[in-house]
């Protein structure tokens, strides 16, 4: 396959090595018909594997954690002519129960994990709730996390599995408008309801993201479905491109993260 990374960009040196391993499972995957996955990754992270199986046209690939919507997530390569599945994935669910009474965090509950040895990589999502929360985590560590009996100084009980309806439906508010272009800072600008200028200096200032990657651009050109974010802003993805009115700019509608 493809080794030449230049296509990444100005990416860091941990992106380049995500790439050549992307590369590597691919390869073996179409070589040997061999289903491969991942650890973890974060948003960012499956980005650039995005990127780098688009650079060689692989596509039989789906990305899983544990739900539908999850933020972090398994890469599975599939072999060719194999399905991808779901329930290929090397992945297990937890569900802590505990007294409602007892308020427990995502940072402790990636504390005590992180305490037993655990790699923040073989760690998914953590939903937290009242009395209870949920826990996504590899295979490969599956049998400690089930051996948890206290998260900090809170006593816990651990099932394997989770109740569906704990999880959070992600709601959005449609932000509807016009722009000159899709460059990035026009359609921050109309996300953000501030000037393009100011929109530019948060671009520049290395404080917004396009696709989980800091833009320093402003003339980059935003796709529709691309998520974008601004350091105090929140989250936001571009929903439509409409038609162009009459004076001759675009008409979108913007989704933000609520």
Sequence with gaps: ?????????????EDKL??????DNAEISENKYSDRFTFFLDEHQQTVCRMVLA???????????GYENAQRCILGLFAPYSTPVSDAFPLKAFTFSYRKADVLTHRDFLGCLMSLGIERSTVGDIIVS?????????????????GIEKVGKVGVKVTEGFDKQIIPEQKYQDINGTVASLRFDCVLS????????????????GLAELNYSVSVSTDTAVSNGDVFSA??????RLDAVGNVTKKDRLFITVKKYV
């Design 231 to 236: 350091r105090g802003y929140g989250k936001f």
């Design 55 to 65: 650079s060689v046209c692989f596509e039989n690939y789906i990305f899983y954690g």
């Design 190 to 205: 109309l996300a953000l309801r501030i000037s393009r200028e100011k929109a530019a200096d948060l671009i520049r200032s």
């Design 1 to 13: 396959m493809h080794r030449d990374l230049g296509f990444l960009g100005n990416v860091t040196q």
């Design 18 to 23: 995500l790439a050549a391993k992307i590369l």
């Design 130 to 146: 009242d009395g209870c929360t949920i826990v996504f985590v590899c295979d490969t560590v599956a049998s400690l996390v089930s």
